[in-house]
């Protein structure tokens, strides 16, 4: 049974987090043909400012659109 955990910023829409869920699934699903009923997909949100990226404090959602 596929686990895929998945770092997030925090901004996302629970419709756009929904949407990363079904799509991840759907991968293992078409590429690796495992049943979508034995992926389980955990999305864990912490506050932009917890993730660096290139040595820089990286935006929230909102800050980077």
Do not use: H, W
């Not at 049974?1 to 293992?28: A, H, W, Y």
């Not at 979508?36 to 990286?58: C, D, I, M, Q």
């Amino acid at each position: 049974m596929p686990l895929v955990q998945c770092d997030l910023r925090v901004g996302l829409s629970n419709e756009q987090k929904i949407n990363l869920g079904i799509g991840i699934t759907e991968v293992f699903e078409r590429v690796l043909g495992v049943p979508r009923k034995y992926v389980f997909v955990s999305l864990r949100e912490t506050e932009a400012e917890n993730f660096v990226e290139a040595g820089e404090v990286a935006p929230s959602y909102d800050e980077a659109e």
